[in-house]
């Protein structure tokens, strides 16, 4: 079961329990790819509260949620039923709002406290990040602010995004998904999902950053309010010599009856553009976080439809 699978992780007394906590982080990291934080000094208050946010602005019509549409060229914006799987040869049976910060963001005139609520959320999904990138770079022999320098999200050239989702409710999905199977192109990604909510389902595995293989065997993971699930993505994976697993997930719903409609809130550090990554024991040339995320794109959707991912 993914509770045993997946380890459940404390960040209480970061600053004392240093040591113990990178020793759980490299193991979960490399054993699984996937592990839950708690004591990570989010409230659920404040979770709650942010996805109020998210739904009152997918509540709104489309042409208020299309004053900041989808581009193709910054991934900003709100997209509808648009994103395409390599995996599946389908589109994700969901709406997504991608937001940077300074790229154009809703208005709160249309969904009131949007911009300080969703700002200060970001800030601690950043502040959350860095403790465990800090573990991370001390885990591979980095300096420890390493990564934390490399995805800081103050910088201009950050590729850091958050993703306020919305699978509407469903009925008898046989044939569709919810999100297909794929792994994700950056560093770490911080996962809030609600209560009731399930779908979620992930396949550890995979032996190196760019391998599309990963096995059939997917574990549901249950969606609860409060726990983060943290998943390490393809460039931290290759920037540590493939020892951190990115591995693959997914989110189904029911073939039979009904599903109810799901949210989920995905912060996603993708580095910066003009940082240089390359692991320690350079197993790969050095390319910039930019060129990596390029190649990610171009190999991904130059896939054949019918790839067996
Ligand atoms: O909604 C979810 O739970 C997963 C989303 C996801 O994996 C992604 O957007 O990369
Ligand atoms: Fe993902």
């Known amino acids: ?16 329990r240093k040591v113990e906590i990178t020793a759980e982080l490299i193991e979960a990291a490399e054993k699984v790819g996937f592990f839950t934080l708690v004591d990570h000094g989010i409230s659920k208050e404040e979770i709650e509260a942010q996805f109020s946010i998210s ?7 489309a042409e208020k949620k299309g004053k900041t549409p989808h581009d193709p060229k910054t991934n900003n914006g709100w997209e509808y039923k648009a994103q395409l799987r390599p995996s599946t040869g389908t589109y994700d049976q969901k709406e997504s709002l ?23 959320f970001m800030k601690k999904c950043a502040e959350i990040s860095d403790q465990v990138l800090t573990c991370f770079a001390r885990g591979l022999g980095f ?7 490399a995805n800081d999200p ?3 050239d950050c590729l850091t995004q958050l993703r306020l989702i919305h699978y509407p409710a469903s ?7 919810r999100a297909g199977s794929h792994t994700d192109i950056g560093c770490l990604t911080l996962l809030f999902q609600r209560d009731g909510e399930d779908g979620l389902e992930i396949c550890p595995g995979r032996e190196s950053h760019s391998s599309f293989a990963s096995g059939d065997i997917f574990t549901p993971l249950p969606a609860e309010t409060g726990p983060i699930v943290v998943n390490i993505g393809d460039m931290l994976m290759a920037w540590s010599d493939d020892r951190l697993k990115s591995n693959f997930h997914r989110v189904r719903a029911k073939d039979d009856g009904i599903s109810p409609s799901r949210y989920s809130i995905a912060y996603f550090n993708q580095g910066r553009r003009d940082f240089v990554l390359q692991g320690p024991l350079k197993k790969y040339s050095a390319i910039t976080v930019g060129e990596y995320f390029a190649q990610s794109v171009a190999k991904n959707f ?5 790839a067996a991912v």
């Not at 739904?55 to 019509?61: E, I, N, S, T, V």
């Not at 300096?143 to 320098?149: G, L, P, Q, T």
């Not at 009925?171 to 998904?177: H, I, L, N, Q, S």
């Not at 130059?302 to 019918?306: D, I, K, V, Y």
Request: charge should be negative; glycine fraction near 4%.
């Open 55 to 61: 739904k009152a602005f997918f509540d709104l019509p």
């Open 302 to 306: 130059s896939r054949s439809m019918t």
């Open 154 to 156: 103050s910088q201009p």
């Open 98 to 120: 991608w937001l940077q910060r300074n790229s154009e963001w809703p208005s709160d005139n249309d969904v009131p406290g949007f911009q300080d609520t969703t700002r200060e």
């Open 1 to 16: 079961m993914a509770e045993r699978l997946v380890p459940v992780i404390s960040l209480t007394g970061f600053e004392q």
């Open 143 to 149: 300096d420890e602010n390493y990564f934390k320098i």
């Open 171 to 177: 009925e008898k999905a046989v044939g569709t998904w």
